[in-house]
């Protein structure tokens, strides 16, 4: 996936039978999924304008431009999509893109490499970094005091993980 854009939501599967889908917003106000398109699928083949309908179970209804058939929607069902990041507002210098994050080498407060972020999760109570390391990946809590550093600029995170969570 290009750099150039960020995965705002995903499309969770139809909804009704004349071509609307369910869709999941990622972005911090649901509603604003509509006004950063055209929404890209993962693979660049596929362009969307949105069309938000009414709020449904996590979600919303949408129509999205050339898919007409219930059949045509349900295809869909998994597929994420994506903004061109221009069209993103600016952050806070606190507050990151989960895509900004991806990659990143992770230090601990001595230096000592970690492992790299290889996913931003979020299961409900707070985002987690999947950090990948020789023999599997740890998880952790992605905080101010766990992580008193995201330097975007030299492409590392400076953590200070509870002890004994990387042993």
Known sequence: MSQSRVCVGAIAGAYGV???VRLKSFCADPRAIAEYGPLWSEDGAQCFEVTLGAAV???????LS???????AEALRGARLFAPRDRLPALPDDEFYHADL???EVVDTGGAVLGRVKAVLNHGASDLLEVARPGGVVLIPFTR????TVDLGAGRIIADPPEGLFE
């Open 18 to 20: 004349r071509g609307d």
């Open 57 to 63: 179970a996590q979600g919303f209804s949408a129509r």
């Open 66 to 72: 050339g898919v007409a058939t219930r059949e045509a």
């Open 102 to 104: 991806i990659g990143l």
């Open 145 to 148: 005091a766990i992580v008193p």
